[in-house]
């Protein structure tokens, strides 16, 4: 009897596992390697590779490593390539400007039958990062390092010489008079700021403030060319020609940005908070790191910006295997106590809401004091645009601002003439 009754025990369970097997495809069943290409830099590999080991411990059959690509521009690249030879790594990160344009081109698995199986907290993100990081409504891409646009300062020497950050666009003139330090010959000595010309994102907001449309309601326009756009554009560069500001642009503009101000020679920059923990460190002693949030507009109610750092997608042509594996690198990245511990060790935000209510969060703001005269101002963080051409249209933004502040391209002329191309564009969408 007891015989009997063991093995329809035994048969039962047998059955049990293969009916949980069956109504869960996504599952992990045989040991597998999987690649992740990413955009974090040495800085950083540290606490990456102790992440990546705490979620080998945890997931014994999944071994991932972890491929350092370059920028986010370099990945986008390389990810388009490997699409269409079909060899993909299983994980890739993105910046959080790409979802649209590879949700419009089909690139990322949809995630939502895997969030569904695991009944992953997805809501637990915020609606904001939900739509930043969903295409038509669908899941394509998870949100684990949220960053914003800030403006580090030399606050030592803010504190020191009475400079007060400027809260407006119309308050950066009298800002830079006073934070911007000229030799005996007449050269800048410390400039009053440096806009990060290398990617749209580091100034799109002192336009966005102030009533620039990037692309207007119609879909088929913009007024990038237009008085509000013009005035920016003319002022900008009028600074830039008195020395009060620098525009990086090109190969290394970032390393070069950052350097000058470790070394004195910005009192401010354009940036991410991602990167306060480094700008903190690369300091050291020298004086103490001070940030702010960006302008707004001179209504003096506008001071939005837009939401940055890095999202992580699985290619939809990546075989089911290396999906599911990836699906449970995902779930770890994104979970809140590996979610904290990134934002801490990196200086990103914290992009899921229940960690927030924690004392380690607590802790966490006020070894970062600065951080959270950021993080109060998280209500006003907003999506990037999602139409899947507002990369490509911004990239031409940027160039033309490259023609103008660095090759003294005439203001009207060439914004008119990208507005021309920003037309041509839309036409194919």
């Known amino acids: 009897m007891k015989k009997s009754l063991s093995l329809v025990l035994a048969l039962l369970l047998t059955l049990s596992i293969g009916m949980v097997a069956a109504a869960n495809p996504y599952e992990v069943t045989e040991p597998i390697t999987i690649t992740w290409w990413h955009a ?19 997931n014994p059959l999944i071994r991932v490593e972890p491929v350092y690509i370059g920028s986010y521009t370099e990945i986008n690249t390389q990810l388009i390539a490997a699409i269409a030879s079909g060899d993909v790594p299983a994980l890739a990160t993105a910046n959080t400007s790409y979802p649209p344009s590879y949700g419009a081109a089909g690139i990322c698995e949809i995630l939502d039958p895997y969030i569904e199986a695991y009944n992953f907290d997805v809501a637990d993100f915020g609606e904001g990062l939900i739509t930043a990081t969903s295409y038509n409504g669908k899941q394509i891409v998870l949100p684990y390092l949220i960053s914003t ?145 960006l302008p707004g507009g001179n209504d003096g109610v506008s001071f939005l910006s837009e939401v940055g750092g890095a999202t992580i997608l699985i290619p939809a042509v990546a ?83 490259y023609l103008i502040f660095n090759e003294d391209a005439p203001i009207q002329a060439t914004l008119d003439n990208l507005a021309q191309t920003v037309e041509e564009i839309l036409e194919d969408y």
Do not use: C
């Open 40 to 58: 974090h830099e040495d800085q950083l590999h540290e606490y990456l590779n102790y992440m990546v080991e705490r979620f080998h411990e945890e």
């Open 149 to 293: 646009q800030v403006m580090y300062y030399n606050k030592t020497a803010a504190e020191a010489e009475g400079i007060t950050m400027p809260k407006t666009f119309d308050e950066m003139e009298a800002f830079l008079e006073k934070a911007t330090l000229f030799n005996e010959d007449g050269t800048t000595k410390r400039y009053g700021t440096v806009f990060g010309g290398w990617d749209y994102w580091y100034y799109e907001t002192l336009f966005l403030n102030n009533g620039v449309k990037v692309i207007l309601e119609d879909g088929f326009s913009t007024d990038l060319n237009g008085e509000a756009s013009v005035y920016i554009t003319t002022k900008m560069k009028e600074w830039i020609d008195k020395g009060y500001a620098y525009y990086a642009y090109g190969t290394g503009a970032s390393s070069n940005m950052r350097q000058l101000f470790w070394d004195g020679g910005a009192f401010s920059v354009f940036h991410t908070s991602s990167l306060y923990d480094t700008y903190v460190t690369q300091v050291g002693d020298n004086f103490e790191v001070g940030m702010a949030w």
């Open 319 to 401: 075989t089911q295997k290396q999906k599911n594996a990836a699906w449970q690198f995902m779930m770890f990245m994104a979970s809140p106590e590996i979610n904290l511990y990134w934002a801490d060790k990196t200086g990103y935000f914290p992009t899921r809401q229940s960690v927030m209510g924690t004392e380690a969060y607590a802790e966490y703001l006020e070894r970062k004091p600065e951080m959270n005269n950021v993080v109060t101002m998280a209500g006003w963080i907003n999506p990037r645009n999602t139409h899947p051409a507002y990369d490509t249209i911004a990239n031409e933004w940027r160039s033309a601002l």
